[in-house]
């Protein structure tokens, strides 16, 4: 048996040992419910500050990150703004450059083209005057020259009787020589005098197509440049036998010989069918048959070398002129292609700097849309911080004790 005194009234009693214990257990489990529900507070209200805390720093500090991280890209976006419109401004400025040197350019290139085109056509106009004239001259020269064939006409008719008894004629005049020494004689006598500068020899070198070759080959020259060149066939009458030719028979191999040694004028010294009315006329042209070919009777020789190198001294001046057209026309040709090559050439350094450009701003394009990823993550993990701060003010006792029985009985108790 154990006395209990009241702590109101001072009344002693006794009580046995079951119920003493029983008071003692109850003012334990007060006690111990008295302190569990402080504990409980306490630790709840410590759980909210620190999680408070927690949530109001992380949020704080994230806060700063993306005000930072907003900064920094507004700070790279106004950089990336100026470099594109600083980069905008000066490639507009080059291409308006550019543009106004070409045009400038082009413009300085048609106005030379316009130029020398205007001095060519002046020079064309003079040449196309000084041609007409230089006609007017050859018709004069072609005039005078036909009224001196009609006095060697008149001579060779005079003749005519001479050479149709040619057996006679060639006793008196071509004792002892051949119908080709005679020619040969002939040029010797006027060669230092009216060809100083030509050159007139016997055709040794036999083709290596036809086998034949000409008797004599007549060049001559003008300043170094040959202007006329004559392939001459001699035939004699007396020099065949038994079979009489005519002159037809040897103008295909006289055409040969012309064309492979490269002469332009051919000419057969013929004494071959003397009763011939048409070969007796003096100079026959037989172009109608080969080209540039003559047949002449040996009194025409000389005449017909004169005749053919004089004609060919007017054409120089001509050709030399033609020559010079022909270079300037080239010289043009060549601008016109300096001026093409440096269109190419700078197109080419345009689409160079344009690519560059393109290439920058493409490489600008990928590092806005990093950080627009950059900043889309950012604020991904805002979000995922608004998740956190949700889940904690979500938190309960019952959420907390729901797998817990002790804790969840204690709490139980309390309530």
Same mark, same amino acid.
């Given at each position: 048996?154990?006395?209990?005194?009241?702590?109101?009234?001072? /009344?002693?009693?006794?009580?046995?040992?079951?119920? =003493?214990?029983?008071?003692?257990?109850?003012?334990?489990?007060?006690?111990?419910?008295?302190?569990?529900?402080?504990?409980?507070?306490?630790?709840? /209200?410590?759980?909210?500050?620190?999680?408070?805390?927690?949530?109001?720093?992380?949020?704080?500090?994230?806060? #700063?990150?993306?005000?930072?991280? #907003?900064?920094?890209?507004?700070?790279?976006?106004? $950089?990336?703004?100026?470099?594109?419109?600083?980069?905008?401004?000066?490639?507009?400025?080059?291409? !308006?450059?550019?543009?106004?040197?070409?045009?400038?350019?082009?413009?300085?290139?048609?106005?030379?083209?316009?130029?020398?085109?205007?001095?060519?056509?002046?020079?064309?106009?003079?040449?196309?005057?000084?041609?007409?004239?230089?006609?007017?001259? @050859?018709?004069?020269?072609?005039? @005078?020259?036909?009224?001196?064939?009609? $006095?060697?006409?008149?001579?060779? /008719?005079?003749?005519? !009787?001479?050479?149709?008894?040619?057996? *006679?004629?060639?006793?008196?005049?071509?004792?002892?020589?051949?119908?080709?020494?005679?020619?040969?004689?002939?040029?010797?006598?006027?060669?230092?005098?009216?060809?100083?500068?030509?050159?007139?020899?016997?055709? @040794?070198?036999?083709?290596? /197509?036809?086998?034949?070759?000409?008797?004599?080959?007549?060049?001559?020259?003008?300043?170094?440049?040959?202007?006329?060149?004559?392939?001459?066939?001699?035939?004699?009458?007396?020099? *065949?036998?038994?079979? #009489?030719?005519? @002159?037809?028979?040897?103008?295909?191999?006289?055409?040969?010989?012309?064309?492979?040694?490269?002469?332009?004028?051919?000419?057969?010294? $013929?004494?071959?069918?003397?009763?011939?009315?048409?070969?007796?006329?003096?100079?026959?042209?037989? $172009?109608?048959?080969?080209?540039?070919? =003559?047949?002449?009777?040996?009194?025409?020789?000389?005449?017909?070398?004169?005749?053919?190198?004089?004609?060919?001294?007017?054409?120089?001046? =001509?050709? #030399?002129?033609?020559?010079?057209?022909?270079?300037?026309?080239?010289? &043009?040709?060549?601008?016109?292609?300096?001026?093409?090559?440096?269109?190419?050439?700078?197109?080419?350094?345009?689409?160079?700097?344009?690519?560059?450009?393109?290439?920058? &701003?493409?490489?600008?394009?990928?590092?806005?849309?990093?950080?627009?990823?950059?900043?889309?993550?950012?604020?991904?993990?805002?979000?995922?911080?608004?998740?956190?701060?949700?889940?904690?003010?979500?938190?309960?006792?019952?959420?907390?004790?729901?797998?817990?029985? *002790?804790?969840?009985?204690?709490?139980?108790?309390?309530?």
């Amino acid at each position: 048996m154990k006395t209990i005194k009241c702590p109101k009234c001072g /009344e002693q009693f006794t009580i046995d040992e079951s119920g =003493y214990n029983e008071i003692v257990n109850q003012v334990k489990d007060e006690v111990f419910k008295q302190e569990l529900q402080e504990q409980a507070n306490a630790l709840k /209200e410590k759980f909210a500050s620190e999680i408070k805390l927690a949530v109001n720093e992380a949020v704080a500090q994230k806060e #700063k990150e993306i005000q930072s991280l #907003k900064l920094q890209n507004e700070s790279l976006n106004n $950089s990336m703004e100026e470099k594109i419109e600083l980069s905008n401004a000066k490639y507009k400025e080059e291409i !308006a450059r550019l543009n106004g040197d070409l045009k400038a350019k082009d413009a300085s290139v048609k106005s030379q083209v316009e130029e020398a085109v205007q001095a060519k056509e002046k020079e064309i106009l003079k040449l196309s005057n000084e041609l007409s004239m230089k006609d007017k001259e @050859n018709l004069l020269s072609i005039s @005078n020259l036909k009224q001196q064939h009609a $006095s060697d006409m008149k001579l060779m /008719e005079e003749q005519v !009787a001479y050479y149709k008894d040619l057996k *006679t004629k060639l006793s008196t005049k071509l004792v002892g020589e051949t119908l080709e020494q005679h020619c040969l004689n002939l040029f010797n006598q006027l060669r230092t005098t009216a060809f100083p500068n030509a050159y007139f020899d016997k055709d @040794n070198e036999v083709s290596k /197509e036809s086998g034949s070759k000409g008797d004599f080959i007549f060049k001559d020259f003008a300043d170094g440049q040959e202007y006329i060149s004559i392939m001459f066939e001699m035939k004699n009458e007396n020099d *065949t036998t038994a079979t #009489k030719h005519k @002159n037809e028979d040897f103008f295909k191999e006289l055409d040969k010989d012309r064309n492979e040694k490269g002469c332009e004028y051919a000419v057969l010294v $013929s004494m071959l069918e003397p009763d011939s009315e048409f070969y007796n006329a003096g100079i026959v042209d037989v $172009s109608f048959k080969y080209p540039k070919m =003559y047949v002449i009777r040996p009194q025409c020789f000389i005449s017909m070398i004169t005749l053919l190198a004089n004609a060919a001294k007017n054409s120089i001046n =001509y050709q #030399k002129q033609l020559v010079e057209v022909k270079n300037q026309n080239i010289d &043009i040709t060549h601008f016109e292609d300096d001026l093409n090559e440096f269109k190419a050439n700078f197109s080419r350094n345009v689409e160079i700097a344009k690519g560059k450009f393109d290439k920058s &701003i493409e490489e600008i394009d990928k590092t806005i849309e990093h950080l627009q990823k950059v900043k889309d993550a950012l604020l991904g993990s805002g979000n995922q911080l608004r998740i956190a701060n949700d889940k904690v003010q979500d938190i309960t006792i019952k959420k907390l004790t729901k797998n817990n029985p *002790t804790m969840k009985e204690k709490f139980d108790n309390l309530k």
